[in-house]
């Protein structure tokens, strides 16, 4: 039975084995029903009939529920979301008439802990996972474009609570927590250090938390502003991160991210980074962001000459732009190749380079 009433979020949404899961669990942190158009957004619907029932729906969807189930959290559901909705359109069972109730039911049976979800409070993914030797850690780093582990003698120490907040906020980027002597010497960690690593240019930095007062909030900067991944989406705050990293070449795609070839465009640009990992930093950049305006002024672009890529050689500012009418892997891959040959070798050691101020 399906009740739902937009004034009371008391009601019962879903009753099933024994289990009662009120609808504020997932309305006041989860927004479902936007991903699907055509779904019912007020009134009332009790009684509903489901074809094929959900229970029957279950055995044909139990690979991605497996697969997913330690992952699901109330602030992290998007990959879980598109995979589901996949599996249901490929089996003809999402109709237009249920549509995002059903779905909401089936995150709704899936969730370990319906308790964990009530707002204010950390999901399940939101706690360190605790790394107790060498190896436990180093999988933990390499199994991420960023990881960040907390070294704390002291677990329970008032350092530690606040990177477990942060952790909590921040759902989407794994934390590990170590208080293993071992692990601290490998790493060359002091106690009460956050570091952050990330695989794009296999860099890492370090936030002391011994000599001033550093909360939640402070983290979760730290983390924002140095989170570079295999495509980093440019903004006010991940711009520090991009100026100080360690990589010379930076390629960017200036593109509409409203644009509905956006997607796929994303997808052969993400192809392409592979192949540059450590390499050249491939970074997105949203031509409708009013802050990105003078990065195009920089570039010489008019949106209506967009998408172009610009690659960019940041110890002298050399740069070149190509103006695409659309992306394609080979094409990025060949412009590359081509600035880069172009390029005067460098030593392979790395050099303090001065910030880029223009970008």
């Avoid at 790395?350 to 970008?359: A, H, I, T």
């Amino acid at each position: 039975r399906v009740s739902r009433r937009g004034e009371d979020q008391s009601r019962v949404a879903w009753r099933g084995e024994g289990k009662l899961v009120p609808w504020a669990h997932l309305s006041s942190r989860v927004s479902l029903l936007s991903c699907l158009p055509d779904a019912p957004q007020q009134g009332v619907l009790e009684g509903a009939t489901l074809r094929p029932t959900v229970s029957e729906l279950f055995p044909a969807l139990g690979k991605v529920w497996e697969s997913s189930l330690s992952k699901v959290c109330c602030t992290n559901v998007l990959n879980l979301q598109e995979r589901c909705v996949g599996e249901l359109v490929r089996l003809g069972c999402l109709c237009v008439c249920v549509g995002g109730i059903l779905f909401e039911l089936l995150l709704v049976y899936t969730l370990p802990n319906p308790d964990l979800c009530s707002a204010g409070t950390a999901s399940t993914t939101g706690k360190p996972i605790l790394l107790n030797n060498i190896p436990d850690a180093e999988a933990f780093i390499s199994g991420a474009e960023v990881a960040v582990i907390g070294f704390f003698q002291d677990p329970q120490s008032p350092e530690a609570e606040q990177f477990r907040l942060a952790a909590g906020q921040l759902p989407e980027v794994p934390f590990g927590l170590s208080s293993s002597a071992a692990v601290l010497s490998h790493y060359g960690a002091a106690e009460n250090t956050v570091s952050l690593f990330r695989t794009v240019d296999s860099d890492r930095r370090d936030l002391d938390m011994n000599n001033r007062e550093v909360d939640a909030k402070d983290l979760t900067r730290f983390v924002r502003t140095n989170e570079l991944r295999l495509v980093t989406e440019y903004n006010p705050v991940t711009s520090i991160g991009v100026m100080q990293s360690s990589l010379q070449f930076n390629l960017l795609l200036i593109t509409d991210k409203m644009s509905p070839k956006h997607p796929e465009r994303m997808r052969k640009f993400r192809a392409a980074a592979e192949l540059y990992k450590g390499k050249i930093l491939f970074i997105l950049l949203d031509s409708n962001l009013k802050s990105n305006e003078r990065v195009l002024s920089y570039f010489q672009l008019k949106k209506s000459q967009l998408p172009a890529l610009a690659i960019f050689h940041t110890p002298d500012d050399e740069h070149e732009v190509l103006t695409v009418g659309d992306i394609s892997t080979e094409r990025v891959q060949d412009f590359c190749n081509r600035f880069l040959q172009r390029m005067p070798k460098k030593e392979d050691k790395s050099e303090e380079k001065p910030l880029n101020e223009e970008l």
